[in-house]
């Protein structure tokens, strides 16, 4: 099935379809009960930053967030965290890192100074054993942490994320790569809370094809014209499950 909607409906215009609120009402569902999605397209990776911070929650609410880095930048990790004055507690609070990129450097420390103030501070776990298992322990660990350190947790209150699941895939089977993200995501629900993991490949990809069975959803991103469409970057959400697509629209 192919969900229709019509992006202006948030700013008074027609109403989405129904095929679109049944989406909506999946999407309310995952958010309330858990889950892990997929974050893909053949698109600059300036927009998967972009597309992460929105999944890492709204800056202005109280998210304990997690973030695991492979090959994301320092800057790119400052862009998706909130403002520390419009942040509703300190980000070294509610914020946690796990570093499997440069195991002997430090994400916070080698940041640039335009962006340092808003990772001073923040935890850091620097996981320098190559094998996956280590990897997974270290998240879990964090993921833990963090749940830990709130003083309750409603729904969609957890929010974890790994940016990106490429240099897993060039180093270790797929298959492995499947098992640890069933481990994070079953870990991130029992919390009721939301994974995403970034896969810059296009959706048709073999990668992306083998990963969807083992989230709840995939995001498709793309990058469009802002003169003909009024912005520079769309999406669309995949429900393999209930074969569901929804149209295009902005991020």
């Given amino acids: ?36 999605v997929l974050v893909v397209g053949d698109a600059p990776r300036e927009l998967f930053t972009r597309a992460s911070g929105q999944l890492l929650g709204d800056p202005e609410t109280v998210r304990h967030r997690v973030l695991a880095v ?4 320092s800057e790119s990790v400052a862009e998706r965290l909130p403002d520390r004055n ?53 998240l879990v660990d964090a993921i833990d942490g963090a749940a830990e350190s709130a003083t309750a ?24 790569v ?10 991130v629900r029992s919390y009721d809370g939301m994974a995403h993991f970034v896969l810059p490949d296009a959706y048709e990809s073999d990668r992306v094809q083998a990963l969807r ?10 990058a469009v014209d802002p003169s003909e469409y009024g912005h520079d970057t769309q999406q669309r959400w995949h429900v393999p499950q209930q074969d569901i697509t929804t149209k295009w629209t902005p991020l």
């Fill in 86 to 138: 419009v942040a509703p507690r300190p980000l070294a609070e509610t914020t946690r890192l796990v570093n499997h990129a440069h195991a002997s450097r430090s994400i916070t420390a080698a940041s640039e100074p335009t962006t340092r103030p808003k990772l001073d501070g923040i935890r850091e776990v620097r996981v320098s054993d190559p094998e996956l298992e280590e990897f997974r322990t270290g």
């Fill in 1 to 36: 099935m192919t969900t229709g909607q019509n992006t202006r409906q948030p700013d008074g215009g027609p109403p989405p379809d129904d095929d679109f609120n049944a989406f909506l009402g999946i999407l309310n569902q995952l958010k309330a009960t858990g889950c892990a």
């Fill in 153 to 176: 947790l409603s729904p969609a209150d957890l929010r974890v994320g790994i940016d990106s699941l490429v240099p897993l895939l060039e180093r270790y089977h797929g298959e492995a």
């Fill in 178 to 187: 499947a098992r640890c993200l069933d481990a994070v995501g079953r870990h």
């Fill in 70 to 73: 492979t090959d994301a930048t």
């Fill in 213 to 222: 069975a083992h989230v709840e959803a995939v995001i498709e991103l793309r």
